[in-house]
C-alpha cells in the first residue's frame, strides 16, 4: 500500500513539474514557483497567457489626370513664291509627360510574437 501512494506521488509531482515548466518554457516571462510543500499538501500552478493583435488599415484614393499637349515649330510658311522650289526647314517639336501617382501604402511593423 505504502508502494502505491509512492508511485501516485510520483506522479503526481511530474504531471506538477511538467505543467510548471513547460509554460514556463513557452513563455520564459511567466514564472511560477512553488516551496515550502508539506506533508499531504495540494499545489496547483496555472499559468495562462492571452496575447491577441488586431492590425486593420484601409485606404481610398480617387485620382484624375487630365492632360493636354500641344507642340508647334515656329509657324513658318511660304507663299506668293514665284518659280523654282520652294522649301521650309523647321525644327522638332518633343513633348513629354511623366504622370506618376503613389496611394494606398501601408506598413505594420509588430515586433511583439503573437499566440493565438
Known sequence: MDFKKKIAG???????????LLPGAAFADQICTITDNGAFSYNKCRIKVIKKLKVEQNNGAVVTNGVIVGASTGGNSASFNTGGTTTITSGTSTVTVTI???????TAVVNTPVTP
Not at 510520483?10 to 510548471?20: N, R
Not at 506618376?100 to 501601408?106: A, G, I, K, P, Q
Request: proline fraction near 0%.
Open 100 to 106: 506618376t501617382n503613389t496611394l494606398n501604402s501601408n
Open 10 to 20: 510520483a506522479l503526481i509531482t511530474g504531471s506538477l513539474v511538467a505543467g510548471v
